[in-house]
Structures are given as C-alpha cells and as structure tokens.
C-alpha cells in the first residue's frame, strides 16, 4: 500500500506504532479515508486493524444483517486509540456496490507532527488495559457505556475520569 499523503507512520510512546500527521489539521476536516476489505461476521479473518461496522445490509426478512468488519490494510491501520482522541472515525456504506469506506475527522485543531488517536470504544467483551496516559484514561479501552460491564480481570483497572462538560 503505498504512503498516503500528510500521514507518517512513527514509534510510538502509547503502544508501538502510531500515525502523525505531517500538515496542521483544523477541527472539523477530514483527515485520512482508511481502505481495507470488508468481512462478514461469519467469516474467518484477523479482527485485530479492523472497525466494526453497524449492519448496513439487510437480511431478506426485512431485519437488520450481522454486523461486517473493514480490516485496515493502510496507514489507518495504526491510528491508536486515546480516552481523549483527537479525531474520530465514521464509516458509510455504498448500497449498489456493497462497498464501506471509513475517514476520520479532527474533533479539534491538530498540529503537524501530533500523533492522531480515535477512541475505540470496544464491547466490554472485547476490553483491554489502556496505555493512552491520558487525563481521561478509563484504565481499559471500552465503550464508556460498559464499563460497568468488563470481565472481572479488568475490574481492578477501570478508572471513572470526570466527564466534560458541554459547551
């Protein structure tokens, strides 16, 4: 996959690689469109770059389809993850090609040479310790609407940081 333009892959300091952007980025922008290839729940592939995607098809009964997966196969691949991110990442689905895209968007002004972290927010199922050694660190990377809900082995890690405010 060749380099995509105003991304540099780097050590580091949160968990071995991560991405900086090599231009000032202002709130609000697009940053990067991530590619990958998209699989089904059912289907047998390495989960560990992918984004879980809402289930974007529908089944012939009119219910909703299994959630699908982009498995990141470019730089996006090694955007970490930050309980204070500074972008996040959205996704869409094309209908007529069955194809899904995913881009991420500066949630504030990001300066050229800033690492970019988007928050994961993982099933508790899926929890893991958090080396974002951020303010906000939750301790575990999970969805803040289960933490409440990690396996027991992760309890003791768990931290409840205050939440912001709205403006």
Request: net charge negative; glycine share 6%; aromatic share 10%.
């Amino acid at each position: 996959m060749p380099p995509i333009s105003g991304l540099k892959v780097i050590r580091s300091p949160i968990h071995g690689y991560g991405v900086i952007t090599l231009r000032p980025v202002t709130e609000g922008d697009i940053i990067v469109y991530g590619d990958g290839f998209l699989y089904r729940e059912s289907d047998d592939f390495d989960d560990e770059y992918s984004l879980i995607l809402p289930p974007y098809e529908d089944n012939a009964d009119g219910s909703e389809g299994a959630p699908m997966y982009l498995d990141l196969t470019d730089q996006t691949r090694w955007i970490n993850h930050s309980c204070d991110p500074n972008t996040e990442v959205d996704t869409g689905w094309n209908k007529k090609t069955k194809t899904a895209s995913a881009w991420w968007v500066a949630l504030r002004d990001i300066a050229a040479g800033e690492e970019l972290f988007y928050d994961y927010a993982f099933s508790a199922h899926l929890a893991m310790p958090c080396n974002c050694k951020s303010d906000r660190c939750r301790g575990v990377i999970v969805d803040e609407d289960e933490i409440d809900e990690v396996p027991e082995k992760l309890k003791p890690l768990v931290r409840r940081p205050k939440r912001r405010r709205s403006a």
